[in-house]
């Protein structure tokens, strides 16, 4: 039960941090709020979908996490035996987790867009070696590379951050 109320408070904080990045997306100017709108947006449902993780057990194997997932016996179900049945994500892949957000976050800080979302997805995916292929890794690097770049920079003419050692 304990682990349930930390999931908990971050599927809320979640939302709430995607709430926030709405209602400031909205006073850019109106070239500049598409992309903040989607990514909210997007992050938005993404939390609400977590969030609801946590109160139907059906949809607990698909947010929280699909190895440890139980099957729920079928009939009627007390509130406790609920909880059991609940997947527990352990707390080290959780810190897992905030720190790979950390090291991207410190990465766009420090090298800006053009050069951290490849190199990110590229580590990534090479970490993950056992459950990806190093072909994934260096795919997912190229796309990411060529929508960051391509698309965004150059096509949509976003002026991406270029980060605190190449402004």
Known sequence: MKRMRAELFLDIAWIVLACGYIAMSTQYPPAGRLIPMVVGCAALIAGLFQLMGNFLPK?????????LAQPIKPGPVTPLEDT??????????????????????????????????PLFFLAYFLVQRRQRSWKLAIGSSIVMGALTYGVFDQVLQMHLYAGVLFS
């Open 59 to 67: 949809l607990r194997f698909l947010t929280h996490d699909r190895k």
């Open 84 to 117: 059991r049945e609940m997947a527990e994500v352990s707390p080290r892949w959780q810190w897992i987790a905030l720190i790979w957000g950390a090291v991207l976050i410190v990465g766009l800080l420090l090298f800006g867009f053009v050069i951290t979302m």
